[in-house]
């Protein structure tokens, strides 16, 4: 019986999700929605693209400066290590976690002020579909904004390998779209009241504050997660972009040669963290009183 009762679930949520993203794909092509894609692109481009212009040209060409003692790296290494991080923490980091705060975080809460959320109830797996649904589509437009973000600001910087950089940061700005859309989606699931302050107040200070923490604390947030596949597929050195922290910036990237083991680390806890949220909204009574 439960078998059959998840291959119903299953069959129903394949045929219903894709209407909810054709129909919520629909109705987002609208000039307000388009005015904020267009500054999720543009605003971090900007900022990338004036940093590299005001990079003197002797940090961004010159590559033997001089011998330098102790193996310690070049000007064009260290800057090559700046605007790769510089990249990482506006587009993959900062803007995407913004973009799928702010499009995730308030799903149920939209449905329930519209009072539309009625209608989600009266067909089976209603909630699960309108959630999942709406998911997808914000994951889609905060990607797309991430990787043309990134696809525009590449070829200004002065970077030592820009495709690699180009294909790792596109890669982080899927992944990261991924998690924390599922991770505002289930706060959103959960909370109803200021739901987008709560988010914001959880991201600022779990993944702004405690994932720069040199401590196991840090290893349970998705920024660590990220972070350790940038300097991994970029080769990037952790002790010089961590150069006082001794031992423990071991602890801010995780000893994983490859990089792969993060990425299912990611795609795991999103997986996790929706699952919940799918499972939670179809299980809690949710009230309609004007207030919420």
Same mark, same amino acid.
């Given at each position: 019986?439960?078998?059959?009762?998840?291959?119903?679930?299953?069959? @129903?949520?394949?045929?219903?999700?894709?209407?909810?993203?054709?129909?919520?794909?629909?109705r987002s092509m609208t000039p307000g929605r388009w005015a904020m894609f267009l500054l999720m692109v543009c605003i971090p481009?900007?900022?990338?693209?004036?940093?590299? /212009?005001?990079?003197?040209?002797?940090?961004?060409?010159?590559?033997?400066?001089? /011998?330098?003692?102790?193996?310690?790296?070049?000007?064009?290494?260290?800057?090559?290590?700046?605007?790769?991080?510089? +990249? *990482?923490?506006?587009?993959?980091?900062?803007?995407? %976690?913004?973009?799928?705060?702010?499009?995730?975080?308030?799903?149920?809460?939209?449905?329930?002020?519209?009072?539309?959320?009625?209608?989600?109830?009266? @067909?089976?797996?209603?909630?699960?579909?309108?959630?999942?649904?709406? *998911?997808?589509?914000?994951?889609?437009?905060?990607?797309?904004?991430?990787?043309?973000?990134?696809?525009?600001?590449?070829?200004?910087?002065?970077? /030592?390998?820009?495709? /690699?950089?180009?294909?790792?940061?596109?890669?982080?700005?899927?992944?990261?779209?991924?998690?924390?859309?599922?991770?505002?989606?289930?706060?959103?699931?959960?909370?109803?009241?200021? +739901?987008?302050?709560?988010?914001?107040?959880?991201?600022?200070?779990?993944?702004?504050?405690?994932?720069?923490?040199?401590?196991?604390?840090?290893?349970?947030?998705?920024?660590?997660?990220? @972070?350790?596949?940038?300097?991994?597929?970029?080769?990037?050195?952790?002790?010089? *972009?961590?150069?006082?922290?001794?031992?423990? @910036?071991?602890? %801010?990237?995780?000893?994983?040669?490859?990089?792969?083991?993060q990425v299912a680390w990611v795609l795991l806890i999103s997986g996790i963290l929706l699952g919940l949220a799918l499972w939670?909204?179809?299980?809690?009574?949710?009230?309609?009183?004007?207030?919420?």
């Open positions: 019986m439960s078998s059959a009762t998840n291959t119903s679930l299953f069959s @129903r949520l394949s045929k219903a999700v894709p209407g909810v993203v054709s129909y919520e794909l629909t481009t900007a900022l990338l693209i004036a940093v590299s /212009q005001l990079t003197p040209n002797e940090a961004k060409y010159t590559v033997n400066v001089s /011998q330098l003692p102790d193996g310690k790296t070049t000007i064009r290494d260290e800057t090559n290590l700046a605007f790769c991080m510089l +990249v *990482y923490l506006l587009i993959p980091q900062v803007m995407t %976690m913004l973009g799928m705060l702010v499009l995730a975080s308030p799903i149920v809460h939209s449905e329930l002020e519209g009072q539309t959320w009625i209608y989600a109830l009266v @067909r089976h797996a209603g909630r699960r579909s309108l959630l999942l649904g709406k *998911y997808l589509v914000a994951v889609l437009w905060t990607s797309t904004a991430g990787i043309l973000a990134v696809s525009l600001a590449t070829p200004f910087l002065p970077l /030592q390998n820009p495709a /690699q950089l180009w294909l790792t940061a596109s890669l982080l700005c899927l992944l990261a779209s991924l998690a924390y859309g599922a991770l505002f989606a289930l706060i959103g699931v959960v909370m109803q009241k200021r +739901v987008m302050v709560i988010s914001f107040v959880y991201a600022l200070v779990a993944e702004g504050v405690l994932a720069w923490i040199p401590a196991v604390i840090n290893q349970f947030t998705i920024a660590y997660r990220l @972070r350790s596949i940038l300097f991994r597929w970029l080769d990037l050195s952790v002790d010089e *972009y961590f150069p006082n922290m001794g031992l423990a @910036r071991n602890a %801010m990237v995780a000893q994983d040669p490859s990089g792969w083991g939670l909204v179809e299980t809690i009574q949710y009230s309609f009183q004007s207030e919420l």
